[in-house]
Every structure is written in C-alpha cells, then in structure tokens.
C-alpha cells in the first residue's frame, strides 16, 4: 500500500486586518513631508525625542487591560514577569512617563517632538487603520497662554511649509472652561460619564455635517436620518437648546466681536470668564506676531477631545475643496490637533504639571497633499539602471555604478538573469529615467549608450510609421566613457525640468 504523502503546510500571504503596507515612492514621499515638518519644530526650539513602541499597559492610563478584555483599545501582551506591556496608542503617554521619570535632569519647560507608528485595537473601516503615523510636538512645564499659542503658530507654519497656501487652512482655537460653562449654564454639571453631558457634546459635534436644525434635533427630542435610523437626543428643552447654539455660533469677525459674544454667552461664570480671558491673551499674541483671523480664528464649535483636555484646545483644518478621481468633492477637514492637559503627568507625580501640546494625523495629511499635487514625488528617486550585457565584464559595470554613486547619483545594477529585452522592461518598472549600455560595440569604441526612457516613451506616442520609429534614436545617445557622469547628469536635468 502506497503511503499517502503528507501535505505541507504553507502560510497563507495575507495582511493583517486593518494594516496597509507602503513601498517605493510613497515611502519617500512620506519622509519628505514628515522631514519638512520636523524642520518647521527644530526651528522653534523643539528637541527630538524617541520612546519604545511598548510601554507598560498601566503607564499608558487610558486602556487598562482587564482579565476578560486584555486587548480592548490597544494590543497587549505579558512580560516574563506577568506585566501587562501594550503597544503605544499615541505618543503623548509615553511622553508624560518620560517626563516622569526624567524630571529632575530635564530643562523646564521641557519642550520636544516625537515621530512614528501609534496602534490602536479598533474596529478598521475606509480610511481608519490599527497602525498610522503621529507627529507631535509638545511644552511641559508652561502655564496656559503663550506657549499654546506657540503651538498654534506653529501649526500654521507646518502646514504653509507643506504648501498649503494661506486661505486653504485655518487653526481653530476653543477652550475646554468655555465649554464646561456653556453646559454650566444649562444646569449640566455631572462628570465625564454623565450620559446626557455625553449626547449634547456629540450633538455639539455636528455642527459642520448636520448644520443648526439637525443639531437642535438632536439637543431636543431627537433625529432621524436620511435612511430611517433614529437617534435619540439630550431632551433639552427649547431656552436651554437656545444657549447651546448661541454659543456655538459664537465664532466669526475679529476675535474681539467673538469674545465679546463669548463673554455674553458664558462670561457670567467664573470658568467662562477664566477661559476667555486665557482666549484674548492668546489672540492678543496672534496679532503681535502677525498672525490673523485668516490663519487662527476663535472657534467655540470645536468640541472634539475636550474631555482630554484642561485649557485651550486647537484643531488644524483644511479648507479647500478637491475633486476625487471619479469627480467627487472632497474635503479634508481636520488635519491634527491639540491642546492643554495639565493633568497627564500628575498621574505619575502626584502634582500637577502644566503640559501643552499638538499633533499631526500624517496619513489624512498626505493625502490633501496628494489632493493638492505638492507631494514631492521626487524626481531622481528612481535609479539609474546599468545594463549588463556580457556578464564576463560585470567589474566594468559594477565601476560605472561606482563612477555614478561617487557622483550622488542613484544608480542600480541588473541582477537578475534575462536578457536584454527583459532589463529594459525592469527599467520601466523601477521608474528608471536613464539606462546606461555598454556592449561589445561600445566597448570597442570606447563608449557607452545612454538610453533616456522617459523621452523614448514622448517619442513612442508619436510614432506613427517607420520613419518616424528611426527618428526615435534620438531617446538614446552614445558618449565617450569617461563622460559618462556628465552624459546621465544632462539626462536627469532634462527630465527634471
């Protein structure tokens, strides 16, 4: 009896649920556009910083493992010593340990700025992903005022150097006391987990989508959609549901005629006051540096995070409109943002701490960018490609690539094993703008050919019969082999321009 052969195992190529991975050009791409940004923070002083992508879970604060749901909000896992260790879900946690445990050798205020991949243990959907990239830059140790200002300012710098233009942007700027007044003001004084606290802020929320009526609806008794789902709402009555919209659509005009409606909303009470009075400080520093309405506007909409944080809260939006492929207007809205949360490393201190600071979202960035066409594609990523043609004369190849790295010029070696045909269809493929040739021709004549594909490819649309198909010789020429640098430098420039 012929024994049956068993079956190898082979794992199944797939990705993770919620991941993506990013090659080539894009990964470039990125790298320009977090460089630029990292540039705008060295500028203003900020200094570098890098933390473990793994910190221990209760360092973390926000997620804590429990025995039944050891993953919920992060991923986690257990050390040789049983401790719960999770991945980072931002970078301001480990931040605040930092800090912690670094405080007494550190300058005060302690100012830095952090890149890399944050996790979060989420349901995945279009655009929301379990690993993105964060770019933060935060103040610790200052109080409320001018180093959230700062900040502000600086966002707005971040996002000119990116290519915005001035006008496709705003810094939105509100403040959590503001906020903690107006719900004040409305007999709504419970905590964080109050559940009608909860559904007037998310009601808050919508402004921009659903717009005032929509809003009201959902203050009051309620809302349906447009396919039939209905949302319960806050139950406020109608003079309480007045107050909440009167604050909202506080912002417009200069930032006096805001604080002064501002003031009339919640200004009787001594948060409110509190906070405006830190929103004039800051609008008064806008304007000595020259900053306007048109970069950083007051703006009591913003509700979004403000449960994180303690003072002034500002959200970076993008402004502009983009049309999708299929013609569909886009806009980008929020792009980062930040504030005050002078209670984060009290949590490892004991004392309160002032802390401020902003944040980036790269991928929802890179993709305005891409929107607007000012991602730096960069035209000589792509490297040279030198053929080989007579694998016996690989060194003269291989000092060619020399010849042209030597020069900074990117250049790449054929090797695999095809022939010529083959190489140049991997050319293509690598994006390549020159290929350099040598054969037994050339080498007999002491040259080398220089192939440009990207004005091969111009003349190939035009081809239309024989003659002009022997036209097209003018894509590649031969050079003497010691101009070599200087015949593919004269190639790239053109191609550049």
Not at 116 to 131: A, D, I, L, S, T
């Amino acid at each position: 009896m012929v024994e049956k052969k068993k079956k190898q195992f082979r794992p199944k190529a797939r990705l993770p649920k919620g991941l993506i991975d990013v090659y080539g050009a894009e990964v470039r791409a990125l790298a320009r556009m977090l460089d630029r940004v990292r540039g705008v923070y060295d500028l203003y002083g900020f200094e570098p910083l890098e933390t473990p992508a793994l910190e221990y879970t209760d360092a973390l604060g926000k997620f804590l493992p429990d025995v039944d749901r050891p993953n919920a909000g992060v991923f986690s896992l257990q050390d040789d010593d049983d401790q719960w260790m999770s991945l980072r879900y931002d970078l301001t946690a480990p931040l605040a340990r930092f800090v912690a445990q670094n405080y007494d050798a550190l300058p005060k205020p302690f100012r830095r700025y952090q890149s890399g991949p944050v996790w979060r243990n989420e349901k995945p959907g279009p655009g929301r992903y379990r690993q993105f990239t964060q770019i933060d830059a935060d103040t610790v140790g200052a109080p409320p005022g001018a180093a959230d200002a700062e900040l502000c300012m600086m966002a707005a710098d971040c996002l000119e150097a990116l290519g915005i233009p001035r006008g496709g942007y705003v810094i939105r700027l509100n403040n959590r006391k503001l906020l903690d007044a107006a719900l004040a003001e409305i007999g709504i004084t419970g905590g964080e987990d109050d559940p009608q606290r909860l559904t007037v802020l998310r009601a808050m929320d919508k402004l921009d989508r659903l717009g005032e009526t929509g809003v009201r609806l959902l203050l009051g008794p309620g809302r349906k959609d447009e396919s039939g789902d209905f949302t319960a709402g806050a139950g406020l009555d109608d003079a309480a549901i007045d107050k909440v919209l009167a604050f909202l659509g506080a912002g417009g005009g200069s930032a006096d005629e805001t604080l002064a409606r501002l003031g009339a909303a919640v200004g009787g009470l001594e948060i409110g006051a509190e906070g405006i009075n830190e929103l004039r400080m800051m609008a008064e520093l806008f304007a000595a540096a020259g900053y306007g309405p048109d970069r950083i506007a007051i703006d009591p909409s913003i509700v979004r995070g403000l449960d994180y944080y303690t003072g002034p809260v500002f959200e970076a939006e993008l402004t502009f409109e983009a049309r999708s492929e299929d013609g569909q207007l886009i806009r980008f809205g929020s792009v980062g943002g930040g504030g005050r949360y002078d209670g984060l490393v009290a949590r490892f201190k004991g004392v309160q701490i002032p802390a401020t600071g902003f944040s980036l979202g790269v991928s929802r960035l890179y993709a305005a960018l891409e929107a607007l066409g000012k991602v730096e594609t960069g035209a000589g990523d792509a490297p040279v490609i030198v053929l080989v043609m007579d694998r016996e004369h690989m060194g003269r190849y291989l000092a060619m690539a020399a010849e042209l790295r030597a020069a900074g010029i990117r250049a790449e070696i054929y090797m695999g094993a095809s022939g010529v045909r083959a190489q140049m269809k991997y050319a293509d493929k690598r994006g390549a703008a020159v290929v350099v040739m040598e054969g037994e021709d050339e080498r007999g004549r002491g040259e080398v050919t220089l192939k440009d594909l990207v004005l091969g490819a111009e003349k190939s649309s035009e081809i239309t019969d024989n003659e002009a198909w022997r036209s097209g010789a003018a894509a590649q020429i031969a050079v003497k082999r010691d101009e070599l640098v200087a015949g593919v430098k004269s190639i790239l420039q053109r191609t550049a321009s």
